[in-house]
């Protein structure tokens, strides 16, 4: 008998995710017996899919807005830093049943930038991270995890005092209105706030100060060139758009229920991008 192993991403709604297109390709790439399917999961309706899960229905899946702080109280182990981050993404069922949840966000901001600029985290003095959200968690994680010293900067001061004092490590707060003071000290510049989203910008934020060497990044991806982008590119500046983290946070998922590590290829970015 030809074992297929299930995954699937469950949201509520979910039928605008992109997660089947990115899966699917890999399966199919490497010849897999699987499938990866959106399943809509209404809130009441997450303990007994979780059950489905735990039966050995599915090898595991994503999970998405609005379930991944309620999926916690459904795991039986949580990987300590999707407790930092204060979300869960994917699911993995083990042999024994029990069902492992963890974060691939932060792993994403990593495997995106790892690729895409290679040495990004050597010789950064500081990275200057815009926004304090739900969002900049698992960024601000995955820059701890390379010990690089932080800016925080966002609109409301406190947000980011709260943040930083829960995550403790080396980040120094502040308002956005001080944006023009900070990004010339930093390496590397990350939006993390829906500034960009509908083509929208930081009105007062002054790129030709920054160092002819800073690498800027957002995780908005649409559009994939935000005004942010555009406008460090126009400068010369390097830049790394939002949708290789997108791709890069589904590489751990695959591996981990389907036993091949997937790669992010030219060829799979153009055909998500062509869904944009
Ligand atoms: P996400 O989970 O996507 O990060 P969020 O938790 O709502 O979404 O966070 C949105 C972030 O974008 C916040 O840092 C927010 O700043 P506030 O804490 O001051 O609300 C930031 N943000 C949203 N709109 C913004 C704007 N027009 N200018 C500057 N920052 C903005």
């Avoid at 995550?167 to 944006?179: F, H, K, P, Q």
Wanted: hydrophobic share 45%; proline share 5%.
């Amino acid at each position: 008998m030809i074992h297929v192993k299930k995954a699937f991403v469950i949201g509520h709604p979910i039928k605008h995710s992109r997660s089947p297109l990115i899966h699917g390709s890999w399966i199919a790439e490497h010849g897999i017996e699987g499938s990866y399917e959106a399943i809509d999961v209404a809130p009441d309706e997450l303990p007994a899919f979780v059950e489905r899960l735990r039966q050995g229905e599915f090898a595991g899946g994503n999970v998405t807005i609005p379930h991944k702080e309620a999926v916690f109280a459904l795991c039986d182990s949580v990987d300590p830093l999707a407790t930092t981050i204060g979300a869960v993404n994917t699911l993995v069922r083990r042999s024994d049943g029990q069902i492992h949840g963890f974060n691939t966000d932060y792993m994403g901001f990593l495997g995106n930038l790892d690729q895409n600029a290679p040495g990004w985290d050597q010789n950064l003095e500081v990275a200057l991270v815009l926004g304090a959200g739900g969002a900049a968690r698992a960024i601000l994680v995955a820059l701890q995890s390379r010990s690089i010293p932080i800016i925080l900067l966002n609109r409301t001061r406190a947000t980011a005092d709260r943040l930083a004092s829960e995550l403790g490590g080396d980040i120094t707060i502040g308002a956005l209105d001080e944006v023009n003071e900070a990004a010339p000290l930093a390496g590397l510049i990350i939006n993390t706030t829906s500034v960009g989203m509908h083509g929208s910008r930081f009105e007062d934020f002054d790129l030709g100060e920054l160092r002819p060497d800073t690498l800027v990044t957002d995780i908005v991806y649409v559009p994939l060139v935000t005004p942010l982008l555009a406008d460090a590119r126009a400068l010369g500046l390097r830049t790394v758009d939002g949708l290789g983290m997108l791709l890069h946070q589904a590489v751990p998922g695959f591996e981990a229920w389907f036993g091949v590590r997937p790669e992010v290829t030219q060829a799979l970015r153009a055909k998500i991008e062509a869904t944009l």
